[in-house]
């Protein structure tokens, strides 16, 4: 385990926490996606429960247990993937940006 993951997060992702809970992810603006923006955007959206489970190896996983809490969801990813959280956001990843598409992708749609 890190030994603070505070320490290995950039300041801007830190400040980034103030975000409020229930604000979806608006992709009409062309906003830069950050792991807490996309798992509040998950658990703000109305219909997460609209598919109660998922199957894998005919193993039913449940997509929207009710004990899982978005905060402690986020803290957890901090303190045991910070490396991965931190290489996420150097990415810097933009719904609208097509610069990393193949060229045989048609850009214009």
Request: charged share 25%; aromatic share 6%; net charge neutral.
């Amino acid at each position: 385990m890190e030994k603070n993951a505070e320490m290995l997060m950039p300041t801007n992702l830190l400040q980034s926490f103030s975000a409020p809970e229930s604000a979806q992810f608006n992709f009409d603006t062309n906003e830069t996606l950050t792991v807490e923006r996309i798992i509040k955007a998950t658990f703000a959206n109305p219909d997460r429960r609209k598919f109660a489970q998922s199957k894998v190896n005919s193993t039913n996983l449940p997509l929207y247990p009710d004990n899982i809490d978005p905060e402690a969801l986020i803290q957890r990813i901090m303190t045991e993937m910070p490396r991965a959280l931190q290489r996420f956001t150097e990415q810097k990843i933009q719904p609208h940006d097509t610069s990393k598409l193949k060229p045989a992708v048609d850009k214009t749609q």
